[in-house]
């Protein structure tokens, strides 16, 4: 019963930089793998960053390979996703989840999702 809280959205411009936040509480935080997902107007949720137990395998959206990094620190019971030359696409509610890799596939977890912080890029 993981409860998870997502914080450090905000406007930006675009080429900027935003760094943000998962709080886990409950639960124990290393037993998942976790992952970021995001959801634009318009749009369905969609993936974007996924990190393993121990980081030791990450993944990443096509769209945001090579300017987003995901971390986690397991001592800390956090998450993040440091979001760099941000663009005008990126602009959406981001969401935190604690899932699993089957294989190399990051699978969500159903019932652990965050509420969400939003993410604005002015150009």
């Known amino acids: 019963q993981v409860q998870l809280v997502e914080s450090g959205g905000g406007l930006v411009q675009a080429g900027g930089s935003l760094r943000l936040s998962c709080a886990a509480s409950?639960?124990?935080?290393?037993?998942?793998?976790m992952g970021w997902f995001r959801q634009g107007p318009g749009k369905e949720r969609e993936f974007v960053a996924a990190?393993?137990?121990?980081?030791?395998?990450?993944n990443y959206a096509d769209s945001v390979k090579g300017r987003f990094t995901i971390s986690r620190d397991n001592a800390k019971n956090t998450m993040s996703l440091q979001m760099n030359r941000l663009r005008p696409e990126d602009p959406a509610v981001y969401y935190c989840?604690?899932?699993?890799?089957?294989?190399?596939?990051?699978?969500?977890?159903?019932?652990?999702w965050g509420q969400g912080t939003p993410v604005t890029v002015s150009l």
């Open positions: 990190i393993s137990w121990n980081g030791a395998i990450t």
């Open positions: 409950g639960g124990t935080f290393s037993g998942y793998a």
């Open positions: 989840n604690a899932g699993y890799y089957s294989g190399c596939r990051y699978t969500p977890g159903p019932d652990y």
